[in-house]
């Protein structure tokens, strides 16, 4: 079985999350590569399923990564498929799943080149305090932290007329700073460990690149519970009733409650190193799908 993890050309080296799926592949018999989407020297015919794990840069070329995405999937089966990135992409995936009934923080959707008077916006809600985020990005890529001041309002429309991508202006949820973010793993449908992420002090971002911290988090019911929800509503919203393989359900504190921050099913980081048993199980279901592919050629799809 050649299996490919996709990634991208410049990974660092300190990268090292997905050993531990590495060899749970190879413990199963597997060959295991690691080809960039970009390299356009890669025979893609040449694997049984490709899956998608670092590509780190698709944010920056889109449409490019999507383009690829649908040339490849005519030569090899793809984790997640097109239909999956092209939706979830997007941070307006958020609206969907808000509109099947997931809770999500409350959101303002700002069209790239559309004026607006974000001071308004805020009076409106009632928001002291607030948060920009584009809508395609990773790794707080262009986040704004700001207040209602007219110096923060100030910064944050010179930010838009910066940045000039579509936005989301959210009232920002100051329990990312304590609390954290607690991400969901769910492996072919179940739930296999979660995790706590924390920014260091007066900072935002959870991402280790910025400093912070991350620990194992119990799962509770009540998260297990969240993140089926959250995944359930996005099957519906995509027409599917099979599970995604793979997916990480991030989650903020408001109002007393849950809201799903992030439903990542692209290429999100599963923190094997706090669940290293969610990579078996992870390679035992894609192992299975290329098996029940037909061997994993398209026309066993």
């Known amino acids: 079985m050649r299996v490919a993890l996709v990634t991208r050309t410049d990974l660092p080296a300190w990268e090292v999350d997905d050993r531990p799926l590495h060899d749970a592949l190879r413990a199963r018999g597997a060959t295991v590569a690691q080809p960039a989407w970009s390299d356009a020297a890669v025979d893609w015919a040449g694997f049984d399923i490709a899956l998608l794990r670092t590509p780190w840069d698709y944010q920056e070329r889109l449409p490019a990564f999507l383009d690829w995405l649908a040339a490849t999937e005519a030569v090899v089966p793809v984790l997640h498929d097109g239909a999956v990135v092209a939706w979830n992409a997007r941070k307006t995936y958020l609206r969907d799943l808000a509109a099947r009934g997931v809770p999500v923080a409350p959101t303002v959707w700002l069209t790239a080149g559309e004026p607006v008077d974000v001071g308004a916006v805020l009076a409106a809600h009632g928001w002291t305090r607030a948060f920009l985020k584009p809508v395609v990005g990773s790794t707080a890529w262009e986040t704004l932290?700001?207040?209602?001041?007219?110096?923060?309002?100030?910064?944050?429309?010179?930010?838009?007329?910066?940045?000039?991508?579509?936005?989301?202006?959210?009232?920002?949820?100051?329990?990312?700073?304590?609390?954290?973010?607690?991400?969901?793993?769910?492996?072919?449908?179940?739930?296999?460990?979660?995790?706590?992420?924390?920014?260091?002090?007066?900072?935002?971002?959870?991402?280790?690149?910025?400093?912070?911290?991350?620990?194992?988090?119990?799962?509770?019911?009540?998260?297990?519970?969240?993140?089926?929800?959250?995944?359930?509503?996005?099957?519906?919203?995509?027409?599917?009733?099979?599970?995604?393989?793979?997916?990480?359900?991030?989650?903020?504190?408001?109002?007393?409650?849950?809201?799903?921050?992030?439903?990542?099913?692209?290429?999100?980081?599963?923190?094997?190193?706090?669940?290293?048993?969610?990579?078996?199980?992870?390679?035992?279901?894609?192992?299975?799908?290329?098996?029940?592919?037909?061997?994993?050629?398209?026309?066993?799809?």
């Open 145 to 301: 932290r700001f207040d209602a001041s007219a110096d923060g309002v100030a910064s944050a429309q010179a930010h838009l007329a910066r940045v000039g991508v579509d936005m989301m202006l959210q009232p920002y949820l100051a329990t990312v700073e304590d609390v954290g973010e607690w991400s969901v793993i769910v492996i072919d449908g179940a739930a296999t460990h979660a995790v706590r992420k924390v920014p260091v002090a007066g900072d935002y971002r959870v991402q280790d690149d910025f400093g912070a911290h991350d620990e194992p988090l119990p799962l509770t019911p009540a998260l297990d519970a969240f993140a089926a929800r959250a995944l359930a509503a996005a099957g519906a919203h995509l027409g599917r009733a099979a599970p995604f393989l793979y997916a990480r359900v991030d989650v903020l504190h408001h109002d007393g409650g849950l809201v799903l921050n992030e439903l990542e099913v692209i290429e999100p980081s599963l923190f094997f190193r706090h669940g290293p048993h969610a990579a078996g199980r992870l390679a035992d279901a894609l192992l299975a799908r290329v098996s029940a592919d037909g061997g994993g050629s398209p026309a066993g799809r």
